[in-house]
């Protein structure tokens, strides 16, 4: 590879992409790769998500053309070879088009390599394309990429799968093993000595978006089973809590009514529009951080967490076992209560003994997906159909 052309996603506060860009630079330059980061042009300073739930409908749509229309400069300026690869950190990118449009009618010594991220897109069942009714036409812009895209990159084993089954026919899929992430960066955002974990509060955090593919009703399920039998069993007072980058909101009217219920009789704490650096204190001072999501498909949550001391517990579904090496005593039967209530009383009494393995392994993400589209990468590729056999496996000890 000559060079590599990194297209981002536009930074959002409430979001860990203000961050995203900062870790692959650091990675890139720590390796020695020849890099250009593709600007984008954002639509306001707000760095809001105003419409939509994952990244702004608008916001995403601009940045990302604007983002196109630079490197096709870049690429009619002949900047860009056919030594070179393209990597996009999300599967869709409005323009993209551009690309094989380009590129059938160019010099092939000027077409580079492309490279995309898929994050989840509609081989997810509960993802957001689906909640819109995005799915139709979605599926047929997955189609396309998947026709001229060199390179796939998915998260996880269980994504790979997805792929496989919907049909998607490019040969060099992926398993990245993991999110883009950087331990060091996000260790430096609290100052000193992480709080020792018995002088931390009885607290028990929840940070995915309050939607429904995230399940907030079984969180407030937990809520409420874990006080009603804290007394007959001894249980310290454990305060609740929701912590959220922007002001809380949901897909679902139902969640915010229960929400506030739960917080006016005292259950419940919701920590609205945090900084990262104040959403960074409040693990520095928690000892849970509970997930209950359907398809969070690795989760940054769980690497932050992880870093700064707190325990974590997540379901047995999807791509967790994987990113938890198959430890039970983190993982907790799907939609079971009184399994997620057995495991959660003694993560809240004493740190757990892997704590520190998830966050060491998703740090090294960044660095497999440069193996990977360097040429270095082939363990990771997904092209046979025995691919249930690396589920089994742990990546890390």
Known sequence: MRKLWYMG???YKARYTLQLQEWNRAVFEKRGIDYEIVPGETLSNDQAIVTGQVLDAHGRTYFGMSQMMNLVKSMKAGEVTSEDVVLFEDMFQPGIESLPYIMQQCDPGM??????RCLAQTIDPD?????????????????????FAD??????????????VAGWENPNIYNISGLAFGKEEVRNRVPGELKPFEQRAHRVG???????????????DLIELYNAKKAENGWPDVEFAIYSGAALRSNND????RTRDLQQRGLLTVHEDLEKNDYYELLNDTRVLFNCALQDWVSNTVSEADTLGANVLYPAYRSFPETFANDYTRLYVPWSLENAL???????????????????WTD??????????????????????????YTHESKYN
């Open 342 to 360: 057995d495991k959660l009383v003694p993560l809240l009494r004493e740190p757990n003994p892997n704590m520190g393995k998830i966050s060491d």
């Open 151 to 164: 390179i796939i990159l998915a998260s996880n084993e269980e994504m790979a799968m997805h792929m496989k």
């Open 206 to 220: 929840f940070a995915a978006r309050w939607d429904q593919e995230k399940q907030p009703d079984f969180y407030m």
């Open 111 to 116: 077409r580079p390599k492309i490279a995309v």
């Open 127 to 147: 993802d957001f394309v689906h909640v819109w009714g995005m799915q139709k036409w979605m599926g047929l812009y997955e189609k396309m990429v998947d026709s």
């Open 9 to 11: 996603l536009e930074p």
């Open 364 to 389: 090294g993400t960044i660095g497999r997906i440069c193996d990977i589209v360097s040429g270095d990468g082939e363990q990771w590729k997904r092209d046979t159909t025995d691919y249930r056999k």
């Open 254 to 257: 139902s969640y915010m009514k």
